[in-house]
T-cell receptor
Framework: KAGVTQTPRYLIKTRGQQVTLSCSPI?????VSWYQQTPGQGLQFLFE???????NKGNFPGRFSGRQFSNSRSEMNVSTLELGDSALYLC?????????????FGPGTRLLVL | AQSVAQPEDQVNVAEGNPLTVKCTYS??????LFWYVQYPNRGLQFLLK??????LVKGSYGFEAEFNKSQTSFHLKKPSALVSDSALYFC????????????FGKGTRLSVIA
């Protein structure tokens, strides 16, 4: 079974631009979560979706948004990019919304904002 | 609020020696506990998890972890370290009450020296 895929893998943007990142979960998985990883802050939770509904949102400004489609694929968008948005963005999927389910991670999208 | 503490930023161990990576947690309700490993420029790989039952959990690549409810700890262990175990290790927790996301520790960098 194919793992979680994320596109693109690398991205360079300039301040003020916007970016859309894509995540395809493991086949059959209906829950998708997004995380931001930086050397200083570690792994920080962004969003969690299940069956197209946002179940949880982390403590990020409104410039960060996301959605999930009927096929469970998910996108996240960051508008008006800032230098501090440079990070590895990780997507994870799990088979259900039960709290004990294991989340399986994709390779990440590395975003550099200049 | 949920939290995870990994008190050591770096752990160094000689190849063949036992290793321990420490993790303590704080949650509401009963905890679901996870360990992940991250190799350079990769996403997180699932190692093991504790949901309920036996306090000693066995996982991938010879790793195991011991759940201790009274000490609120979930330390990762391996009897004999390999150089290939060198990586960044994350502990994560999710409580079974309240609509809360998976919360990660800051990570511990394990270096196994030949």
């Amino acid at each position: 079974k194919a793992g979680v895929t994320q596109t693109p893998r690398y991205l360079i943007k300039t301040r003020g631009q916007q970016v859309t990142l894509s995540c395809s979960p493991i086949s059959g998985h209906r829950s998708v979560s997004w995380y931001q990883q930086t050397p200083g802050q570690g792994l920080q939770f962004l969003f969690e979706y299940f069956s197209e509904t946002q179940r949880n949102k982390g403590n990020f400004p409104g410039r960060f948004s996301g959605r999930q489609f009927s096929n469970s694929r998910s996108e996240m968008n960051v508008s008006t990019l800032e230098l501090g948005d440079s990070a590895l963005y990780l997507c994870a999927s799990s088979s259900s919304d039960r709290y004990q389910e294991t989340q399986y991670f994709g390779p990440g999208t590395r975003l550099l904002v200049l | 609020a949920q939290s995870v503490a990994q008190p050591e930023d770096q752990v160094n161990v000689a190849e063949g020696n036992p290793l321990t990576v420490k993790c303590t947690y704080s949650v509401s309700g009963n905890p679901y506990l996870f360990w992940y490993v991250q190799y350079p420029n990769r996403g997180l790989q699932f190692l093991l998890k504790y949901i309920t039952g036996d306090n000693l959990v066995k996982g991938s690549y010879g790793f195991e972890a011991e759940f201790n409810k009274s000490q609120t700890s979930f330390h990762l262990k391996k009897p004999s370290a390999l150089v290939s175990d060198s990586a960044l290790y994350f502990c994560a927790v999710r409580g079974n009450s309240g609509n809360t996301p998976l919360v990660f520790g800051k990570g511990t960098r394990l270096s196994v020296i030949a």
